[in-house]
C-alpha cells in the first residue's frame, strides 16, 4: 500500500487522549474525510481508527483506543499518512514534479475550459500557472493545492475550483 505524509502528531490535549495535528494545508480535508489515519513510528506504519475530530480553534483528533494523555504520547511527534487512494487528487504530483503540468488543460470544477498551462512560475508567495485560453489571453493562476480538486493524467486536465472572479479580473 502506498502512503502520503499529510502531517505530524504534535503534543497531547486534554484529559481524554486528544492530539494536536499539524497538517500541511493541502490535505486537511483529505484529513477530515478519512476515519481511518496511518502513524509512523520508527519506520512501521499504524493505522488509528479517528473518533472524534475537532477542526476549530486547534486542529485535534481522538483515536479509539487512546484514552488518557499517557497513551497520546506514545504517538506524539510521529509522522502522519493517509493511504494514497485516500487523497483528493488522485495522483498526488510533488511540488518538485509540477512542471509535469505543462501542457495541461485547466477546467473549472463546472466543467467549463479555462485554458491549457503554458508555463510555471514561482512568485514570491506562491507557484503560478501562466495559462493561454483560446482567444490567445494569458493570466496567472495559483497552483495552490487547496483550489486543485482533481487531476486526470490520460486526458492531460486539471480540475480546479477556483476563486470567483479570478480569470475575470485578469483581463
Do not use: C
Amino acid at each position: 500500500m502506498e502512503y502520503i505524509t499529510v502531517g505530524k502528531l504534535n503534543k497531547s490535549f486534554g484529559t481524554k487522549g486528544q492530539i494536536r495535528v499539524d497538517a500541511d494545508s493541502a490535505f486537511k480535508s483529505d484529513l477530515i474525510k478519512s476515519d481511518v489515519w496511518f502513524v509512523e513510528k520508527s519506520g512501521t506504519v499504524i493505522p488509528y481508527f479517528v473518533e472524534s475530530l475537532d477542526d476549530n480553534a486547534h486542529f485535534l483528533v481522538k483515536f479509539e483506543d487512546i484514552d488518557a494523555p499517557e497513551l497520546a504520547k506514545k504517538i506524539t511527534g510521529s509522522i502522519l499518512k493517509l493511504r494514497k487512494s485516500d487523497i483528493s487528487i488522485k495522483d498526488h504530483i510533488e511540488e518538485n514534479e509540477l512542471d509535469k503540468l505543462l501542457g495541461f488543460s485547466i477546467q473549472s470544477k463546472s466543467g467549463d475550459t479555462v485554458g491549457k498551462i503554458q508555463s510555471i512560475e514561482e512568485y514570491p508567495q506562491q507557484l503560478m500557472a501562466i495559462v493561454t485560453d483560446d482567444a490567445e489571453r494569458r493570466f496567472l493562476i495559483p497552483l495552490a493545492s487547496e483550489f486543485m480538486i482533481d487531476l486526470d493524467i490520460e486526458k492531460s486536465i486539471l480540475i480546479m475550483s477556483l476563486p470567483e472572479g479570478l480569470i475575470e479580473s485578469q483581463f
